[in-house]
Nanobody, 118 residues
Framework: QVQLVESGGGLVQAGGSLRLSCVAS????????MGWFRQAPGKEREFVAA???????DYTDSVKGRFTISRDNAKNTVYLQMNSLKPEDTAVYYC????????????WGQGTQVTVSS
């Protein structure tokens, strides 16, 4: 059973920064693409960023230049550094295992709330 546990969300003013973390269970973390998605109230869940098992990265256009995804295979952890946050970044952020071409894999975390005030 794969478990993904996110942390690091919170309330921040516009222009501020947050770093999300997602710790995955299991011994084969390094073999998988990992991704972040988000869901704002009344909207569908959308792709934010992904990092492949070869460390290539991909971002949705609205976060390019502001967000950075990274991973630490020794800690089974994927990170999302979010800078220059905007109110429209407000959402629940979910970690996902197996993200490929912007589409999610089969495992999700429980989500962490990010709220950006104007």
């Amino acid at each position: 059973q794969v478990q993904l546990v996110e942390s690091g969300g919170g309330l921040v003013q516009a222009g501020g920064s947050l770093r999300l973390s997602c710790v995955a269970s299991g011994r084969t973390f390094s073999n998988y693409n990992m991704g972040w998605f988000r869901q704002a109230p009344g909207k569908e869940r959308e792709f934010v960023a992904a990092i492949s098992w070869t460390d290539s990265t991909d971002y949705t256009d609205s976060v390019k230049g502001r967000f950075t995804i990274s991973r630490d295979n020794a800690k089974n952890t994927v990170y999302l550094q979010m800078n220059s946050l905007k109110p429209e970044d407000t959402a629940v952020y979910y970690c996902n295992r197996g993200t490929t071409a912007g589409r999610p894999g089969g495992y999700w975390g429980q989500g962490t709330q990010v709220t950006v005030s104007s």
